[in-house]
């Protein structure tokens, strides 16, 4: 017997980043929007222990010891429920790796989801979000998907109305980076600067009520976005492309190194990809719609 569970990626349409809390984590306003690129996570009993393995783009880069957020989720739910994590996780993998689409937190819920099935836990919906908020900061967001407001360090979820689908395309960078270090640059571009608390923009929600792509593109921000852009500089040539390939809107997904773009339509959003296919920082090229379904088994 297995379980699969198939997890979408996410992107950002605000991310508005406060000062450092004691705990050095950060308040955030963070308005997450699920896309239709997705990791598959297969549970089957193994009788060797845990056991991780993965398959797909840059699966290389994917660690497969217990640091891995679909482990750490496999031996959460074992100690909950008072046995072995005796299972076989294995991963396919499509959204990027290191790339501020939630791979990583995408395969910690699925593996949540997968394992809760295979051993017929029994456990609340609610149990399961606590979980995943143990886990990681966007591990929640990924569970539910749809469209959501994390606040907190982005694990304390209120969903949101949606009034249509968006399209998008991801361009792929060269190189990954990572989320510690795009906070730590953000903290120093921002020393010595008053910080202000984080909040949900108004324009954000409405736009994504009524569905309307030209008023959620006047709207979407990125406050990590100055800091990825300083790690990474080719990123700017990247966005430069999508705009002048008619994107509403171009902006860093998260902590980076992937950027976004919001299209009219589909075909507008195809027009974008095969345009951005040429610049020097973009490895690859995908196209997605949103808002999707959280974590489902398959």
Not at 59 to 68: F, G, H, I, K, Y
Not at 137 to 159: H, I, K, Q
Not at 210 to 223: C, I
Request: aromatic share 4%; charged share 20%.
């Amino acid at each position: 017997m297995s379980v699969t569970v198939r997890v979408p990626a996410k992107v950002n349409v605000q991310l508005a980043v406060g000062a450092a809390r004691p705990d050095g984590f950060h308040e955030l306003a963070n308005v997450f929007l699920a896309v239709g690129l997705y990791d598959e996570v297969t549970a089957t009993p193994s009788p060797d222990g845990l056991r991780i393995t993965c398959e797909g783009p840059d699966a290389a880069q994917v660690p497969l010891d217990r640091s891995n957020l679909a482990a750490r989720a496999a031996l959460a739910l074992a100690e909950r429920c008072g046995r072995a994590p005796d299972v076989h996780l294995h991963i396919a993998k499509d959204i990027p790796v290191a790339g501020g689409m939630a791979g990583g937190s995408a395969d910690g819920a699925g593996a949540l989801l997968a394992c809760d099935a295979l051993w017929g836990t029994g456990a609340s919906r609610e149990e399961l979000l606590a979980i995943c908020a143990e886990l990681g900061s966007d591990v929640p967001f990924s569970l539910v998907g749809g469209a959501a407001l994390g606040t907190g360090r982005g694990e304390r979820l209120t969903g949101l109305d949606v009034g249509g689908a968006f399209h998008w395309v991801f361009a792929m960078a060269t190189r990954g980076l990572s989320t510690p270090a795009v906070f730590r640059e953000f903290d120093r571009l921002a020393e010595g600067h008053d910080i202000p608390e984080p909040r949900a923009s108004r324009p954000v929600l409405d736009a994504l009520a009524k569905g309307d792509p030209d008023a959620l593109a006047a709207a979407v921000t990125n406050d990590l976005q100055p800091a990825a852009l300083s790690l990474f500089p080719d990123l700017s040539t990247t966005l430069a492309a999508g705009r002048a390939a008619g994107a509403l809107a171009a902006l860093v997904s998260g902590s980076g190194p992937t950027t976004a773009f919001l299209a009219r339509d589909e075909r507008a959003a195809e027009k974008i990809a095969e345009a951005l296919r040429s610049t020097p920082a973009c490895r690859t090229v995908r196209t997605a719609t949103g808002p999707v379904p959280g974590a489902r088994v398959l």
